[in-house]
């Protein structure tokens, strides 16, 4: 089946503009995170969501970052202000879940790479 | 606070050589991951460890897991120019999210 999907695979901003950044994932998985992936570095936690509600958002660096998913399943993270440390690849993942009960194994979409100028 | 460190970041090695990647982390877990990642591309699983001493194999790849000694393996047997990629290990964070926090990764070049 079709595996997660994110869109756009680039976007150039200038500094101090909005971007919109989505995630679709794959179909019937309820739990959805985002990360982003510095050069040279892992993923770092962003975002959690199990099924429509933000679970853990402890990974947002400030008040300027934003992640929706009013339906449980599309899910949108939101960048204001942009600034030039912004700059990276930002990546969803889904599981099917994310409990003990499960190997929880995420399947990660091809990323989104954003530079900001 | 959870930390996962890989090593070594940066391997190069002749194909037909063997070779091994560890992953320590500083926190009890049951369970680990290990990824690959090509350049420019997203992550792909390539084991999925779910109890202490646990042991997975795919083609010239083989990962394992100690809980106790909170180590993991990835050991590389008869290494082809394929395999070249970064690997990353990831460890989930006690509590009930299980989010992965993962390690730096491994870069690993196989020369011809």
């Known amino acids: 089946g079709a595996g997660v999907s994110q869109t756009p695979s680039n976007k150039v901003t200038e500094k101090g503009k909005y971007v919109e950044l989505r995630c679709d994932p794959i179909?019937?998985?309820?739990?959805l995170y985002w990360y982003r992936q510095s050069l040279g570095q892992g993923p770092e936690f962003l975002i959690y969501?199990?099924?429509?509600?933000?679970?853990?958002d402890s990974g947002l660096p400030n008040d300027r970052f934003f992640a929706v998913r009013p339906e449980g399943s599309v899910s949108t993270l939101k960048i204001q202000r942009t600034e030039r440390g912004d700059s990276a690849v930002y990546l969803c993942a889904s599981s099917l879940t994310s409990s003990r009960a499960g190997a929880n194994e995420q399947y990660f979409g091809p990323g989104t790479r954003l530079t900001v100028t | 606070e959870l930390k996962v460190e890989q090593n070594p970041l940066f391997l190069s090695m002749q194909e037909g050589k063997n070779y091994t990647i560890y992953c320590n982390y500083s926190?009890?877990?049951?369970?680990l991951y290990w990824y690959r990642q090509d350049p420019g591309k997203s992550l792909e699983s390539l084991f999925v460890?779910?109890?202490?001493?646990a042991v997975k194999q795919e083609g010239r790849l083989m990962a394992s897991l100690d809980t106790k000694a909170r180590l993991s393996t990835l050991h590389i047997t008869a290494a082809v120019h394929d395999l070249s990629a970064t690997y990353f290990c990831a460890v989930p964070r006690s509590g009930g999210s299980y989010i992965p926090t993962f390690g730096r990764g491994t870069s690993l070049i196989v020369h011809p």
């Open positions: 926190t009890t877990s049951d369970r």
């Open positions: 179909s019937g998985h309820t739990a």
């Open positions: 460890l779910l109890s202490n001493g």
């Open positions: 969501f199990q099924g429509t509600g933000a679970a853990d």
